[in-house]
């Protein structure tokens, strides 16, 4: 908790005054989505902002944090979001927290996409944490069979009983590939089968990544 923490709020020392900036999901974009809203608060920070889920949007609110419609957005000047694995490339696994559609299209809006992890996500390799899968319902047990064949075993992500919706009304398979030597390859592979709409790969998108440990220190991992 504490290493995602110091990560998020070293992150929100780079938000400056008039800024656009994209807000992310999950446990560690919840500190910085917090720190945005108490310099907001306490500096009169003026900045607006756009969310990647329902659930950080509410929050930003919340806390009284300026936010901007999409149909107002050409370009995003920062995105702060987690991730799930980080390679030494800056490659990335996200959707643990199911919104990597949001996530991916804030990113992609964005002129940096600064990313925020404790050292648990740091890896060598991406593919122990399974790949989620966006899916659209229309035939998903046939898409599933897709994925599988690509050698993964795709799990349909479960709220309870019932199948987990994101905020776009599809679902999520998490496919374990155990490794995935080709990250970039693989990203391509999963998005040209017909029904899966994205996939949690982010090739080529974070420019600096902040990570946090226990101890209180602070590394970034930046485009060598
Ligand atoms: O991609 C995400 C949500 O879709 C999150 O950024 C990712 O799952 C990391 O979450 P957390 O910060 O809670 O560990």
Known sequence: MESKRIAAEQAVELVKEGMKVGLGTGSTAYWAIQAIG???????????????SVQS?????????PMMSFADVDVLDLTIDGADEVDSGLHLIKGGGGALLREKIVAAASKQLIIIV???KVVNQLGKFPLPVEIVPFAFEL?????RNLGCEPKLRKNGEELFVTD???YIADCEFAAIADPAALHDELNGIPGVVDNGL????ANLVIVGSADGSIRSISKE
């Open 202 to 205: 982010f090739i080529h998108m």
């Open 168 to 170: 776009n009304g599809n």
């Open 57 to 65: 949007e509410q929050l930003a609110k919340e806390l009284g944090i």
């Open 38 to 52: 108490r310099r907001v608060k306490e500096e009169g920070l003026n900045i607006q902002a756009v969310a990647t």
């Open 143 to 147: 898409t599933v069979k897709k994925l």
């Open 118 to 120: 404790d050292e648990s």
